[in-house]
């Protein structure tokens, strides 16, 4: 049984700080991409190539971020804490 | 374009989405004979389904017309607000989906109560779920009734009527799986609508963006693309950005979602789906707006409507003609619905699940009778908004809006997280967390400027900003964990072993 708590307890952690580790990560940029839009509006303005500006592009880098941040968190867990999370039952099945 | 003439092809359109949406509330009415089914759509709702579902419910008449106005008007300014309504869907995923799957049934308050005294909790959790759930409403129903009066050229009292009447049919009857198709179709239709348009608009501009971009500068100035008025403070520019972002995580209606699926995986899985199409819907809205831009102009847009909220109608109708936007506004119109339908159905579960089950029948009532108050909660809400929206009219409501998210991120989300994570959370600090976080976004609202100089005309404010988030979100927190500690209970730190475990391994194992 302590077995069991152990190894839960362990994925449980894996899953927790990968969550946390990703929140951090979309919330630190976007309040530094509106940080920036306070801040500095006419570095934003700049214009890389017609029709492009820093602001949108990173706005449009923000997005993709959100998306990739997501793939990520799914995909680990879909593969590595579902998996685990089936060990921990089937440990406290077969030990009953 | 004819606001104020009725417009047959948008009539058809939405004559043909009314009746798909009553034969598919006619055949969920079937299906709908238990509480599972009625808040949860038995459970049976696949991860591709569930996306667009959220989909629906998260891309409101206010982000298709709005933002794209909003872009249309003020360029750069219109995609600060579509990132805000994004980034709080990796917070949803990572910290919320699943726990919430995993140890509720059919509200969030089930899990800030899971291990918390029952009555007290509940009847917080559920007014702060009314809360959000009312200026939501609010919101959605005036912007109905001025949008369906541009439109279709209802007028304003007879579109609010319908909105409610036809919205009462297919929660009462079909509830849970009913409004989840009409959400699915509407967002089907949404992102087709969306897409076509975009694909109109960049033929002009061999299929480029930038081309785009780069003649709205050559018309407006290279201004269109840069920051400008909407984020002039930075404390008032990240206290909206965390409302939005955490807002997100605390909306009952997108919260209630996660309960119709089989399991946390599926909920997960789900939430990918959502992002994609409602990260893609943003960027196409993007274009829509520059499209609006260049292809309409700005004064004419402000012709119609100052607020810019007819950009993508009068887009479709200079792309697309007559046809295309009789289209676009029936998806408005049908996306209102949707929402409305939604919104009504979370209000319900937290009055009959939360409020008359648990704290009137001490939890203990037959599935006949949590139907009927269920159904008898709908009807009341369905009142209530078409109330509300004749009330409110001729209200800015784009603050409400604002309100709902802040009170959601202020109120709801501190709750929730501490119930999941913190061991030593108790039933009072989970009461004063809630209702503190209700109360000061309230208070700090009505003392900004919003309510003091714009709407009631004084010269000045109690409060310097606009969006109390960066306030309010910290002290629920703080209020909650201090209260906490201040008188420690046992019997909800026991129970947080037993929360832990059924986090990750479901309800099916632990008991």
New interface residues.
């Given amino acids: 049984m302590s077995d069991i708590t152990v190894h839960?307890t362990r994925?449980?952690a894996a899953?927790?700080r990968?969550?946390?580790l990703?929140?951090a990560i979309?919330?630190l940029t976007?309040?530094g991409?509106?940080?920036l839009?306070?801040?500095n509006?006419?570095l934003?303005?700049t214009?890389l190539?017609?029709?492009?500006?820093l602001?949108?592009l990173l706005?449009?880098l923000?997005?993709i971020t959100?998306?990739a941040?997501?793939?990520i968190?799914?995909r680990w867990?879909?593969t590595h804490y579902?998996n685990r999370?089936a060990d921990?039952?089937r440990e406290?099945r077969a030990g009953r | 374009m004819q606001t104020a003439q009725p417009n047959m092809i948008a009539m058809a359109f939405f004559a043909i989405f009314i009746a798909l949406s009553l034969v598919i509330t006619w055949f969920a009415a079937r299906r709908t004979r238990s509480t599972e089914a009625f808040y949860a759509a038995g459970r049976s709702v696949t991860a591709f389904q569930n996306g667009l579902a959220l989909a629906g419910d998260y891309m409101s008449a206010a982000s298709f017309l709005g933002i794209a106005g909003l872009v249309a008007l003020s360029g750069?300014d219109g995609?600060?607000y579509?990132?805000?309504f994004?980034?709080g869907?990796?917070?949803v995923?990572?910290?919320i989906a699943?726990p919430l799957r995993n140890l509720g049934k059919f509200t969030f308050s089930d899990v800030v109560a899971f291990r918390l005294r029952q009555v007290p909790v509940r009847v917080a959790a559920a007014a702060g779920s009314l809360a959000v759930v009312s200026f939501y409403l609010i919101a959605q129903m005036v912007g109905a009734g001025n949008l369906i009066r541009l439109l279709f050229g209802l007028n304003y009292e007879t579109a609010v009527v319908i909105v409610g009447l036809v919205m009462l049919a297919y929660v009462l009857f079909g509830g849970m799986i009913a409004t989840t198709w009409v959400q699915i179709i509407k967002a089907i239709l949404l992102l087709t609508g969306a897409f076509l348009l975009a694909i109109l608009v960049l033929m002009k501009f061999s299929f480029n963006?930038?081309?785009?971009?780069?003649?709205a500068?050559r018309q407006y100035g290279?201004?269109v693309?840069?920051?400008g008025r909407?984020?002039?403070?930075?404390v008032d520019?990240?206290s909206l950005?965390?409302a939005l972002?955490f807002g997100t995580a605390g909306l009952p209606h997108i919260l209630m979602r996660f309960y119709t699926v089989p399991d946390a995986?599926t909920a997960?899985?789900s939430?990918?789906y959502a992002?994609?199409a409602i990260?893609g819907f943003?960027?196409l809205t993007f274009i829509l707006g520059f499209g609006a831009m260049v292809l309409v102009g700005q004064p004419a847009i402000r012709a119609v409507d100052a607020g810019g909220n007819m950009a993508a109608p009068l887009l479709a109708e200079a792309v697309g003609g007559q046809a295309f936007l009789g289209f676009i506004s029936a998806v408005a119109f049908a996306t209102i619905l949707a929402v409305v339908a939604g919104l009504t159905l979370a209000g319900a579960a937290a009055l009959s699940h939360d409020i008359y089950v648990h704290v009137f029948r001490g939890g203990h009532a037959t599935e006949r009778e949590q139907l009927r108050v269920a159904r008898g909660a709908t009807i009341l809400l369905a009142i209530l908004s078409i109330v509300l929206g004749i009330a409110f009219k001729g209200q800015n409501v784009a603050y409400m809006v604002g309100l709902a998210f802040a009170i959601a991120a202020s109120a709801n989300f501190p709750a929730l997280v501490l119930s999941m994570?913190w061991r030593n959370f108790t039933t009072r600090g989970a009461q004063a967390s809630i209702l503190v976080g209700t109360i000061s976004t309230l208070l700090l609202i009505w003392m900004s400027p919003t309510i003091q100089i714009d709407l009631l005309k004084h010269s000045t404010a109690y409060f310097p900003y606009r969006n109390p988030g960066l306030f309010t979100i910290p002290l629920s927190f703080i209020v909650g964990i201090v209260i906490s500690l201040m008188a420690p209970e046992a019997a909800a730190q026991d129970g947080f072993t037993r929360l832990?475990?059924q986090?990750?391994?479901g309800e099916e194992?632990t008991a």
């Fill in positions: 839960l994925v449980a899953r927790w990968l969550a946390l990703l929140t979309m919330t976007y309040v991409f509106i940080l839009i306070a801040f509006k006419p934003l303005g214009i190539m017609p029709g492009l500006s602001g949108i706005g449009v923000l997005i959100a998306w941040l997501i793939l968190y799914v867990t879909n579902d999370v921990v039952r406290r | 750069f995609l600060i579509s990132i805000g994004l980034v869907w990796p917070v995923v990572c910290l699943e963006p930038l081309v785009l971009f780069e003649a500068t290279a201004g693309l840069a920051p909407f984020v002039s403070d930075p520019g990240i950005g965390l972002m995986r997960r899985v939430v990918a992002t994609a990260g943003y960027l994570f832990e475990h986090i990750h391994v194992e």
